[in-house]
């Protein structure tokens, strides 16, 4: 697991079923694109967050396959139509293997 | 015929390049090139321009992260392609079942001047286009 990885998860403070959210997400990441090289010439290896993937209840909001293209610290924001109460369940793929997953319950008002 | 502490630094030195060399070739270049990255999602079908917004800013001082909006209404999937940079395809993004509104934004690195391309494929197979010129003053990907 990288050091310092944390994400944040933005939703808005009240929702109601049908509403359509908007849902920004970030984690911090180096993001080492592997086309780094350093002081010595040698490249820096790769070693990034390589998919994101959003789910309501099990199915799929987005998902997506990110590639070195994509800033330190990603940060992805996507539209979410809210069908009733349930859990936005979201995962950050590294390549070192981890998966840093991140669960927020929506509290209808 | 004894070493020298001359010929030492030069084995030394050329032993170094070698491990230099390599590593600046492949920033040069990438596995996949833009156009395969492009022909691996569109496959053989026509593309066609409009239906698809790419909004991200005329000039980016900083390559290093590019704000970008990718609003494809209906789309199934869409996949973001720099050309200019070292690894072309930036993020491919599956809408699922439960995305009404196909609409994401991300920050992305650019490496030089370059015209960014945004590729949506439809529910019925067809893809849409859409492509803006971004200047960028500081590269983000060395």
Redesign the interface.
Known sequence: MADGVKPRIKLPKTISAGDTITVKTLITHRMESGQRVNALGLRVPRSIIHRFHCAFEGETVVDMAVGPGVSTNPFFEFQFRVPGPGGLVFSWYDDDGAIYTERRDIALS | MSVTRRDAMRVGAGA?AG??MP??A??AQSEITPEQAIAAFVGDGPVSDGGVTLTLPDLAEDG???AVEIDAPGAAEVV?I?PG?????????????????????????LDQTQEVLALARMPDGRVRRATRQVDVVVG???
């Open positions: 170094l491990f230099a590593a600046r492949q920033h290093y992260r590019v973001l720099a940079n070292p690894v072309p395809q930036v993020l491919a993004v599956t809408f699922g079942p439960m995305a009404v509104v196909q609409r994401v934004s991300t920050r992305m690195r983000g990907c060395a």
